[in-house]
Each structure stands twice: as structure tokens, then as C-alpha cells.
């Protein structure tokens, strides 16, 4: 156990519905990490949120958004979904500043029908 | 925008060493990261580099020559276990966070 918990671990669902993803990140750590994995490609990063505030944002669609509450967990939302939005979305989480390595957890993957 | 490049697929036997390059560009270079992956895993992270030279953990030993824009991975004595993907990663700077940017991975296959 990394200690950074995502639920849940297999989605399932249709095109067009909207799902939600869930992120809780390692004890102490205020930087929370999301990367979208597809097949056979590598970890894209999504965005990154500090205490609360969105930090950095990568590729991220604008079917997309994320946030991270008061008690460090974050929520992705995907809406819209495609037939390619299918893939293992991941979070990590961080001490902020660290770059002695990111703890990332077991991922949710998503399959859309 | 960045870019990384590593082979997709490196292939060796039980006790070996193997070494799996990774050449970066970049702006805002911060520093060097490995990952390894077992299949649909959890990436897990096995070590950093932020200046040029080696630094050794265990059987894995990373490399880095910011000069060349340049590292790698050396794993030493393979065992079957250590057959996954591999991942470097380049920190960069954004918003005030290092963001690691992720290269497509390398397959490495042991064999007995």
C-alpha cells in the first residue's frame, strides 16, 4: 500500500455519461498529481493541485475538470466521455517541493462503452 | 513543449545488466526520474537525479549529464521480478512546482 488511495479501482460506463474519480493522497503530503495512462503510452499529466489551489495544469480537455477539498482529497470529472477517454487515470501526491519521488496510487481505470 | 526519448523495448537474461538510456528537451530543467511499472500497476518511483553524475541505490544505479541532456538507468544482477516498463521523467518547472514529464516507457523483458 503506497498510501495514496484512489476509488474506484474499475469504472465501467457509456458514452456521454460523466464520472467522477476519486484521489486521497499519502499523510502529510499537499500536492495532488493527475496522469491519464492509455494504451501502451506513457503517463500524460493532467493537473496538479497544492492545498486546495490549482497549481499546474497539463493536458488536460476542457471536458475535464478537478478539484482538491479542504481535507486534501481531489475529485477528477470527466463529462462527455469518448470511446477514447478510456485509459488508467492515476493520481500521485507530493510533499510540495519534493523531488525526491512522487507516490502515485493503484490508478482507476476506466473503460467507456 | 518537452521531449524524451527512450527505447520502446530492451530484452535480457537472468544476471545480466542492462542499461536504458533517455535523452531529453527541454526548458526549465529541474531534474531526472525513473519509474518502473509492472503491467497496469502503480508506477513506483526509483530514483532522482538533479545533478550530473551517478547515484547508485541497490542494484539501480541512474546517471545524469545535463550537458548532453542525457541519463540512464543501470540495472545490475536482472531477476525475473525486474521485468517491467521503465519510465524516466524530466522536472520541470511550472506554477511553482517541479512537474515531471513523462517519457512512453521501455519495456524490458527478462529471460531465465
Known amino acids: 500500500d503506497s498510501g495514496v488511495t484512489q476509488t474506484p479501482k474499475h469504472l465501467i460506463t457509456a458514452t456521454g455519461q460523466r464520472v467522477t474519480l476519486r484521489c486521497s493522497p499519502r499523510s502529510g503530503d499537499l500536492s495532488v498529481y493527475w496522469y491519464q495512462q492509455s494504451l501502451d503510452q506513457g503517463l500524460q499529466f493532467l493537473i496538479q493541485?497544492?492545498?486546495?489551489?490549482?497549481?499546474a495544469k497539463g493536458n488536460i480537455l476542457e471536458r475535464f475538470s478537478a478539484q482538491q477539498f479542504p481535507d486534501l482529497h481531489s475529485e477528477l470529472n470527466l463529462s462527455s466521455l469518448e470511446l477514447g477517454d478510456s485509459a488508467l487515470y492515476f493520481c500521485?501526491?507530493?510533499?510540495?517541493?519534493?523531488?525526491?519521488?512522487?507516490?502515485f496510487g493503484s490508478g482507476t481505470r476506466l473503460t467507456v462503452v | 513543449g518537452q521531449s524524451l526519448e527512450q527505447p520502446s523495448e530492451v530484452t535480457a537474461v537472468e544476471g545480466a545488466i542492462v542499461q536504458i538510456n533517455c535523452t531529453y528537451q527541454t526548458s526549465g530543467f529541474y531534474g531526472l526520474s525513473w519509474y518502473q511499472q509492472h503491467d497496469g500497476g502503480a508506477p513506483t518511483f526509483l530514483s532522482y537525479?538533479?545533478?550530473?553524475g551517478l547515484e547508485e541505490t541497490g542494484r539501480f544505479s541512474s546517471f545524469l549529464s545535463r550537458s548532453d541532456s542525457y541519463g540512464y538507468l543501470l540495472l545490475q544482477e536482472l531477476q525475473m521480478k525486474d521485468s517491467a516498463s521503465y519510465f524516466c521523467a524530466v522536472s520541470v518547472a511550472s506554477g511553482g512546482s517541479y512537474i515531471p514529464t513523462f517519457g512512453r516507457g521501455t519495456s524490458l523483458i527478462v529471460h531465465p
Open positions: 500521485a501526491s507530493s510533499a510540495h517541493g519534493s523531488h525526491y519521488g512522487y507516490t
Open positions: 493541485y497544492y492545498n486546495g489551489e490549482e497549481r
Open positions: 537525479n538533479g545533478l550530473d
